[in-house]
């Protein structure tokens, strides 16, 4: 198995992130999968930014411990990086760095001053001296960088052509031959799943690390016929996105665990107003502001009962790029389908982490729509009951429609009631809408198996850990149970996942288990819980050894 | 097709409300807008949560009952959806200038196409009388029972400071006057903000009070930014001083639809070729 690490390091304001995505571009031209990660802490300039490449023969999604490759930028990442990497390859830079150890350097600023190239130039000199140490192909340089900077391509490749030249190659990579695959990071994923549901409007305020959808919706509003709109709070973005939504307009939101906090009341609002809205909440560590650049897993109980009073909501978590689009799609219309909220939840190793993909890979999932108000509609009342508890949907603007979407209790008409009887029955109509969704979720694959599927000992885990997951049951020989739906809670296929499992070992990023205590509500038992908190994502080989302790207790 | 523009739903106001004047007033200009051979489809009107908001139950027209504070980012949703529809926003002083504040504020800022009533009594109504944002200093209420300790807003100043392109103020005993001034707030293309002195006739009466000092703003030029922000302090809703009512400031300006850029068109399969491509440009 090909499994290949690359560590590139500097200051925050270096340029760290861009420089790993043409690594990665490199290594998938040459026929590999990759997974990019970035660490940063939550500064502009300063402080230390690392980003891991890995790339695989195989489809991967999490970081390792250990490295193949270092590329230093300044000391501070030899210091940091180059101790746990003893055979490391390591390349620097000469101006920043002065103990390069065992490693080859380049005077990054020798090379600018003599081709007269600007300073934003200075990392593809780096990655010239990465390349020739890995052996790979000047050729391959050249597509990267003719692709993914067409206006300043001959400069940086003049920059990149006298590193590469003045470096030995040490440890080539194999080249593998496959095509390349596209690149995508969990929150564009998430925009083109939501877009391919329908989406029309997507609005947002800034929070890491749920931003990063923003910026690339707005970045391609045009191209995909979307409107964004940033307002002037998370309240004002729930509210407009209710707003949208009961004008027609499919839309979404999204946010981070603070701003979901102010959304809450608006969630509450559309599940009692029965308006279809999608939002991503992607966690960051909490409570409060946490480490705003660093992932967790803390709040899927939060997202299961944020609001007050009872109403249905779908909460999908993904573990992948790919899952991420697939679900993102599928929320949106499922949202419309049964006029329910529904969220996606991510987290930063998710939304910001990058993988390779294949558009032809991704089946969506098939939802029907439910039909919107017909002639047997007059006159319209917008909370008409039906069997399924779902109302034919109108629009104002929509003609001899009156369209009375209310948020207190009340009738058919959407006039607001204190009535007893009528209380109860919208109540029942509402969760009558749960059960079809129910129905509907039973044909999906809302739970995944994975691993050894027949194996006694199962790792159950959710979201962005099923990656080390998969990774550690594969060498371990055990099952992965990973519900992808978590609300409303896909009892049946969970159940069915875990016959002949003799030991189930909850894995998951926050101090309390939350998911084996959801899956405990539902009548299962979590033996074992094997925890992490401090704002890193599992390694393989870190959740390997951990497993381990488990299994010989 | 002409309807009939009061719902069934039991009016559940007190005696002597000044919401009766809003809802009739609102009530007329909705018949004459059909008078015109206007379709009232298109309309749709927003309330918060307060006395004020039932007024979202009385009218048989589209309406969306929100939360308190809230009816101005719903507006806003609405109106960038769809820009053909005419939103009215009725809401509560309470509403409006506590927990609504910085939505009423941003509204003004950019200038979105639509109108806001403030039913402005002054007073806490439904939670049954309580200090609101624009209560006067020492206000004895059940929350402040020895008198509040602070000033009230004055809500047309805050308005002209964040940029509103169309400010007014009537008066629910001065239902004429308020018609036209709702009226001229649906014809301009903006933001048209009007705060309506509204009688709560179970616990903050002022009825007396103002209709002793209330008067028509006449030769007032409301092109005139300076000669708004003066009158509008001429009465800081706390000291005594007569009571101008009328138009105060309009001035034409880009509303923030015109200037927003609309999503153009597009087919299921144009967008599933757009998200292929996308995918694609990504190798
Ligand atoms: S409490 Fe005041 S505002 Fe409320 S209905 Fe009664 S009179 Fe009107």
Sequence with gaps: MKDISVLIGGRAGDGINSAGAVVAWLFSRLGYYVFVSTDYPSLIRGGHNFTMVRAADHPVGAYNDRFDYLVALNQETLDLHAPHCPDCIIVANADQVKKPGSGQTISVGEILKEESAPPVTGNSAMIGAFAKAAGIPWKTLEEVFTAHMPKAADENLRVARRAYGAVNTVRPVPVLGKAPLSLITGNEAIGLGLASGGLDSYIAYPMTPSSTLLHYLAGNAERLGITVFHPESEIAVILAGIGSAVAGKKTAVGTSGGGFCLMTEGLSFAGMAEVPLAILVSQRTGPSTGLPTYTGQADLRFVLHAGQGEFPRIVVAPADAGEAYVWSDAALRLAWKYQVPSIVLSDKSLSESTYSLRYEDLALLSIGERGTAGDNDVPYRRYRTTLSGVSPLAFPGTTGAVVKTNSYAHDEDGITTEDAALVAEMADKRRRKETALIEELAHLPCVSTGGKTDAPVALLCWGSVGNACSEVAAELGLRVIRPLVLSPFPDRQFTDACTGVERLIAVEENATGQLASLVKEHGGRADATVLKYDGRPFTPEELKLRVQEVLAS | ?283
């Design chain 2, 1 to 283: 097709m002409t309807r009939n523009l009061i719902t069934p739903a039991q009016n559940t106001w007190c005696p002597g409300c000044g919401n009766f004047s809003i809802q009739h007033t609102l009530k007329d200009i909705l018949a004459g807008m059909e008078n015109e051979g206007r379709s009232l489809d298109n309309v749709v009107l927003v309330s918060g949560i307060g006395c004020h908001a039932k007024i979202a139950d009385y009218l048989n027209i589209s309406t969306v009952y929100t939360l308190h504070g809230r009816t101005i980012p719903v507006a806003t949703g609405l109106k960038l959806a769809n820009p053909e529809l005419t939103v009215i926003c009725c809401a509560g002083d309470g509403d409006a200038y506590a927990e609504g504040l910085d939505h009423l504020i941003f509204a003004a800022k950019r200038n979105i196409d639509l109108t806001m009533i403030v039913h402005n009594n002054r007073v806490y109504g439904l939670t049954t009388g309580q200090y609101t944002p624009t209560s006067p200093l020492g206000f004895k209420g059940k929350s402040t029972p020895t008198g509040t300790a602070e000033y009230p807003f004055n809500p047309l100043e805050l308005m002209l400071a964040g940029g509103a392109t169309y400010v007014a103020r009537g008066y629910t005993r001065k239902m004429p006057q308020l018609a036209a001034l709702i009226r001229q707030g649906i014809a301009h293309k903006g933001f048209a903000f009007i705060d309506v002195l509204q009688i709560c006739a179970s616990f903050f009466n002022m009825t007396e009070y103002y209709q002793s000092r209330v008067y028509d703003l006449a030769g007032h030029d409301p092109a005139d930014f300076d000669q708004a922000c003066k009158k509008a302090r001429e009465w800081d809703y706390n000291r005594d001083a007569p009571i101008a009512l009328g138009v105060f400031y309009e001035k034409g300006y880009p509303a923030f639809n015109d200037r927003f850029p609309l999503k153009k068109a597009m087919t299921a399969e144009e967008r599933q070729q757009q998200i292929h491509d996308l995918f694609v440009a990504a190798t």
